[in-house]
């Protein structure tokens, strides 16, 4: 792009900003924005309060507005189990109770004893 060229769009954008600007001038509602803001400015500084402590009275749990939306909650990862028959010395490794072997060994020795033979 030509330098004439680069002077012209940054003119035409520096009027589009200026358009803009007088049109948020007029504007009544941010009249009464600034309005709102000096005379909070004014207030803060007759209490010699800071923003801090404005949003301290009035939001005294700040934690629940400001924490991060909770997503979806994680599981802690399972511990792999290490069970070892000991009439057989079959090893079955699992990370729930829902093991087919498992469940056979339970069925036969009885729940206590197969949690019994839990490796550590």
Do not use: C
């Amino acid at each position: 792009m030509s330098r004439l060229a680069e002077f012209r769009a940054a003119e035409k954008a520096l009027q589009e900003q200026l358009a803009q600007l007088e049109s948020l001038k007029n504007d009544a509602g941010l009249k009464k924005e600034i309005e709102f803001e000096q005379k909070l400015q004014a207030l803060m500084n007759t209490y010699d309060k800071s923003l801090r402590d404005i949003i301290a009275i009035l939001d005294p749990n700040p934690s629940t507005a400001t924490a991060a939306p909770a997503g979806p909650k994680r599981r802690r990862a399972r511990v792999v189990k290490v069970y070892q028959n000991p009439h057989t010395g079959e090893l079955i490794e699992t990370k729930g109770g829902n093991h087919r072997g498992l469940k056979s060994w339970k069925e036969q020795y009885g729940a206590e004893t197969v949690d019994s033979w839990l490796r550590g």
